[in-house]
T-cell receptor, first 118, second 112 residues
Framework: DGGITQSPKYLFRKEGQNVTLSCEQNLNHDAMYWYRQDPGQGLRLIYYSQIVNDFQKGDIAEGYSVSREKKESFPLTVTSAQKNPTAFYLC?????????????????FGEGSRLTVL | GQNIDQPTEMTATEGAIVQINCTYQTSGFNGLFWYQQHAGEAPTFLSYNVLDGLEEKGRFSSFLSRSKGYSYLLLKELQMKDSASYLCAVRGYGSSASKIIFGSGTRLSIRP
């Protein structure tokens, strides 16, 4: 079945450690996204990628890094520079949303990764 | 800049109708989405509007006015399972067509 897989589902990290969250999709989507969600809040965009080997900062990119070496994969690294990393992280993919593309361009989400810093 | 506003919380009664509003100010616009999110889960897609007007899908309808930067989600015949957060999101335009920004969400509680 097509979809998005995030791992791990739960992750604990000590302060000062980097951690990488995995996101893989087999929907053949060009665009991929990382969002952060804090309790009772909406989704805030960390990074997004429109195509392989390209990515752009979202609204809260500081303390995070990404790579897009393959169409299917968009891993997120939470670095020690991120001051308050405890949150729910959601990966998503979609078509690029350009004129002429078929479909609504809705986001398809993974199940999320819950990161807790001890 | 970009700004998407929604009410923080709403309460409604089972069987009734509720309207959740969303206003947006963005540098470019190429469509508005509504998502439903139950606590601890990923959001699920409800609707998409790119042209002015009303889109109906079962108990849920979504309306868009591009000139006013305004949308609403209408939920009819409310059920207890509709208790969730409802997120409004806007897609950018042109070189930002892949950028999708969310509002803070509206937490809807349904009472019997």
């Amino acid at each position: 079945d097509g979809g998005i897989t995030q791992s791990p589902k739960y992750l604990f990290r000590k302060e000062g450690q980097n951690v990488t969250l995995s996101c893989e999709q087999n929907l053949n989507h060009d665009a991929m996204y990382w969002y952060r969600q804090d309790p009772g809040q909406g989704l805030r965009l960390i990074y997004y990628s429109q195509i392989v080997n390209d990515f752009q900062k979202g609204d809260i990119a500081e303390g995070y890094s990404v790579s897009r070496e393959k169409k299917e994969s968009f891993p997120l690294t939470v670095t020690s520079a991120q001051k308050n990393p405890t949150a729910f992280y959601l990966c998503a993919s979609s078509i690029r949303g350009l004129a002429g593309e078929e479909g609504t361009g809705e986001l398809f989400f993974g199940e999320g990764s819950r990161l807790t810093v001890l | 800049g970009q700004n998407i506003d929604q009410p923080t919380e709403m309460t409604a009664t089972e069987g009734a109708i509720v309207q959740i509003n969303c206003t947006y100010q963005t540098s470019g616009f190429n469509g508005l989405f509504w998502y439903q999110q139950h606590a601890g889960e990923a959001p699920t897609f409800l609707s998409y509007n790119v042209l002015d007007g009303l889109e109906e899908k079962g108990r849920f309808s979504s309306f868009l006015s591009r000139s006013k930067g305004y949308s609403y989600l209408l939920l009819k015949e409310l059920q207890m399972k509709d208790s969730a957060s409802y997120l409004c999101a806007v897609r950018g335009y042109g070189s930002s067509a892949s950028k999708i920004i969310f509002g803070s969400g509206t937490r809807l509680s349904i009472r019997p």
